[in-house]
């Protein structure tokens, strides 16, 4: 049988399905080929280069001021992150000393962003699996994350808030009466997404024992972030190599050894628990004094190559940088985590039913612009 | 491991290699006919044993290829580069390390792609983000395409 000019059926009696690139679940343009023995998944392949922008390229044309915001399209939920490895890896070539209030800065907004990535992560498990509600609770958290983004840097997703030496303008006056709204909201509320969804025994079965990823697996595969941590695999980039100031804080790395999607749903909930921690921590004591380094106007890195890694809501995003010594990167490549993690979810659906996908894809939480890139 | 012990014991396994340790990771340089079973070393010597590829990319020097592998020991937490030289650019080839680390099956279709590398023993070798019929490799520095604009 045909369609399309394409077998859909193959020899062994397989049959072939498409799963996107327009599919509601797949949270973007992601396209899997799935092969299937009635309702059992044999072989997933994915299909990319829907949203393929070709960032590498043109960082290669840009300076070493403008490539850090074409980041900000990559893993736009992680945006803040994504920009702080490219201005920590300029940092790096230079041996520039960020100031201790651009840094409290850094982590404060990383921190709030990755509050704000899972929270949109948890409403869209929620919405996968079925429940409506999940997603209004969550959204109402992170819209205040996003309001406080926009008042202080001045957009809600892709904030480009960072500079080669520091951060663009300090923030408000009253960042940290709001920060601290902000987070007592979200401390006052958290027992309801535990009421709603973490107690819910229909939930707690579509995730228990599904889409099960072991370690060795996991580290073959390259995986990093929650999805690595829920199968046991310590990776955190703020404990293995903390950057801007992460190593003075207290803070604990979520392992769990599950590895199902139930495991990576629990690390992802601990995860926003300990980003509070941190903020709370910092909220207090911000040092005063300059947001900024001075570098120079036009920013030459020294002949060499830089690699530099940063913990996103995703995982491990490295910077590669090949310079020669002029004003735009020789070669500038992305380690992006979603890149990696995609290929965990052919080797965890295997053998599994098809609606167990979706529960796979959900809790491995993919942003397609991160892999394409 | 730290770098002096790492490089005693990569000398033992490969003479030939040579290393720089300018940079954050030190690097290993090899010929592209050394790669496979040189990895396979790396990855199952128990002193050694980095079972973590974190990074696999490509860089066009114009007169040859450089494939750079960033590898990292879970156990021994300690990283090295490594870093095959590719002289043939006309059509480059070099062995596929799929076998070792899973990870490297799309990270080298994405090469396939944008540099046009060949991996011999790769499961499925094909063109990840371009359409199959795309004429030349868009990350090689001598890609001309007549809508590309100059920044």
Known sequence: MKLLGEDIVTETGEFIINMGPQHP??????????????????????????????????????????????????????????????????????????????????????????????????????????????????????????????????????????????????????????????????????????????????????????????????????????????????????????????????????????????????????????????????????PEGDIVAKTKNVIKLPKGEFYQRVETARGELGVYIVS??????????YRSPNFANLSAIPIAAKGGKIGDLIAIMATVDLIIPDIDR | MNNEELKNSITQILPSATFDESGEFMSVFISSEELLPFMKELRNRDELFFDYLFCETCVDWKDHLMMVYFLNSKTHKHNIVVKAKITDTINPKIESVYDIWKTAELNEDEIFDLFGVTFLNHPNLRRLFMPEDWPGFPLRKNYVDDNMIEL
């Open chain 1, 324 to 333: 020669e010594g002029a004003a735009t990167p020789y070669r500038c490549k």
């Open chain 1, 25 to 286: 679940s797949t949270h973007g343009v992601l396209h899997l080929k799935i092969w299937l023995d009635g309702e059992t998944i044999k072989k997933i392949e994915p299909h990319l280069g829907y949203i393929h922008r070709s960032i590498e390229k043109m960082s290669e044309k840009m300076s070493y001021r403008q490539f850090i915001y074409l980041t900000s399209r990559m893993d736009y939920l992680s945006a803040h992150m994504n920009n702080q490895a490219c201005a920590l890896v300029v940092e790096k070539a230079l041996q520039v000393e960020v100031p201790e209030r651009a840094k409290a800065i850094r982590i404060l907004l990383a921190e709030l962003s990755r509050i704000g990535s899972h929270l949109l992560w948890f409403a869209s498990v929620g919405l996968d699996l079925g429940g409506v509600t999940p997603f209004f609770y969550a959204f109402r958290e992170r819209e205040a994350i996003n309001s406080l983004m926009e008042e202080n840097c001045g957009a809600r997703l892709t904030q480009n808030f960072h500079v080669p030496g520091g951060i663009l303008e300090d923030v408000n006056p009253d960042f940290q009466k709001r920060v601290k709204e902000v987070i007592k909201q979200l401390k006052d509320n958290f027992h309801e997404y535990d009421e709603i969804l973490t107690g819910n025994v229909i939930f707690q079965n579509r995730l228990k024992g599904v889409g099960y990823l072991s370690k060795e697996d996991a580290i073959s595969l390259g995986c990093s972030g929650p999805t690595a941590r829920a199968s046991g695999v310590v990776c955190d980039i703020r404990k293995s190599n903390p950057y801007d100031g992460y190593e003075k804080l207290e803070f604990d790395e979520v392992v769990l050894t599950g590895g199902d999607s139930w495991a990576r749903y629990q690390v992802r909930m601990a995860e926003m628990l300990q980003s509070i921690k941190i903020i709370e921590q910092m909220i207090d004591n911000m």
